[in-house]
């Protein structure tokens, strides 16, 4: 409606369109309000979810670096076996050999 129609109408019709519009202006304002809660909601969660993800991460980081200490100490557990295997090993040829000798000397 343009200003002609409106100063056409009368005094109660003009109060009744007032009326209206103020029940709508209301209604929208609590849905305005409602969707402000909603998307507060909906940061929230988004914040939540990144706060996890970022822990995630960190724990990964954790667990890789404890995996790789796992894996040195394997590794240097394997080697002192392997060695020690080869001085055993020396041991017994060297016993082996003092035993031979031992029988040609009697």
């Known amino acids: 409606m343009d200003t002609k129609d409106l100063k056409k109408l009368k005094r109660g019709d003009l109060l009744e369109i007032l009326v209206d519009i103020s029940e709508e202006n209301d209604r929208l ?10 998307l507060e909601e909906k940061r ?25 200490a796992a894996d040195q100490y394997l590794t240097s557990i394997r080697d002192i076996n392997i060695m020690k295997r080869e001085e055993l090993r020396k041991l017994q040829e060297m016993t082996g050999k003092k035993d031979d000798a031992e029988a040609e000397e009697e």
């Not at 969660?45 to 790789?68: H, P, T, Y």
């Open 29 to 38: 304002r609590q849905e305005n309000a409602e969707l402000k809660e909603k």
């Open 44 to 68: 929230l969660i988004m914040n939540k979810a990144g706060s996890i993800a970022e822990a995630s991460l960190r724990l990964n980081r954790v667990f890789e670096a404890v995996q790789d």
